[in-house]
Every structure is written in C-alpha cells, then in structure tokens.
C-alpha cells in the first residue's frame, strides 16, 4: 500500500480494501463458473485491524455456497510490513453474492459447491444463513415500501 491509498487518518482507506476484496472475489466466482460473473451484493464487511503504508496486502477468496445462477464468496485479507518478517496479521473479511452471466447478458447456472471437509460444512451452512437472512431482510424492506416512497 501507498500513500496514494491513504484516508486522513493516515491508515489505508475502507474503500481501497474493499476494491481489492470486489476484484478478488469477482475473480474466484468467475473461474468457478467458468465465465463472466458480477457483484449482486456485498453481504458483509469487516475490517480488523488498520492497514498501514507499506504493508504488503494479500486476500483470498473461496465460494461458499452456490445458488442455481447464484454464489457467496468469502473473502479474508491480510498485511504483513514490508521490512520485517512477521506473520502476517488479518485485517479484514467480506462476504459477497455474484451471479454468473451468460453470453446474452442474463443469469446462467453455476457448478454446485461440494463441500469436502468440517471447514467446508460450515461455510456452507454459515453462508445459507446469511442468504436466508438476506432473502428475509429483502422482503421485508420491500412489504414496507408498499403504499410509501421508493426513496433510499
């Protein structure tokens, strides 16, 4: 990171973490659908730890779970400085929602998830949460935007 990503505190801006998060889970959805695939949503985002100047950025991303069309990535982030050797410390996580797209332009299936191992299981079952909890919170705004103003 440079100072050319920094916020006015001095630490690496919020919105320079989650670009690189959106570029990496983008990447981890389309080559598990095998084809174009765009950000329907970001689930969740948390940042741990401040980013500082210098520190060497890494993020990981896996699919959680897949949907028909649909899939969660997870996504978790990581810096270590530049000029000392020291594990490297989690500094934020994401949960983003991609759908897969097809030649036309519209939703096409992905390949399912099979989750292998007890880390697997519970991405999977965790990420069902999240997408009951989003479908939910989804329905409901839109009950209380009946009859009122479509307004943010």
Do not use: C
Not at 19 to 48: C, I, N, Y
Not at 84 to 101: C, D
Not at 117 to 129: G, H, Q, S
């Amino acid at each position: 990171m440079t100072a050319l990503d920094t916020n006015l505190l001095g630490t690496v801006h919020g919105g320079v973490i989650m670009k690189l998060v959106d570029d990496v889970a983008g990447a981890v959805a389309q080559r598990h659908s095998g084809g174009p695939a765009v950000t329907a949503s970001m689930d969740e985002m948390t940042f741990l730890e401040p980013v500082h100047v210098g520190n060497l950025v890494h993020a990981h991303g896996k699919v959680n779970w897949t949907g028909r069309t649909s899939m969660e990535v997870g996504v978790r982030v990581v810096a270590e400085p530049w000029n000392e050797v020291r594990p490297a410390t989690a500094v934020a996580t994401a949960y983003l929602v991609f759908v897969a797209l097809g030649p036309d332009g519209k939703p096409r299936e992905v390949p399912p998830v099979l989750p292998e191992t007890d880390e697997d299981r519970r991405r999977f079952a965790e990420a069902e949460i999240r997408r009951t909890h989003r479908l939910a919170r989804r329905e409901a705004i839109l009950r209380s935007r009946q009859g009122g103003s479509a307004d943010l």
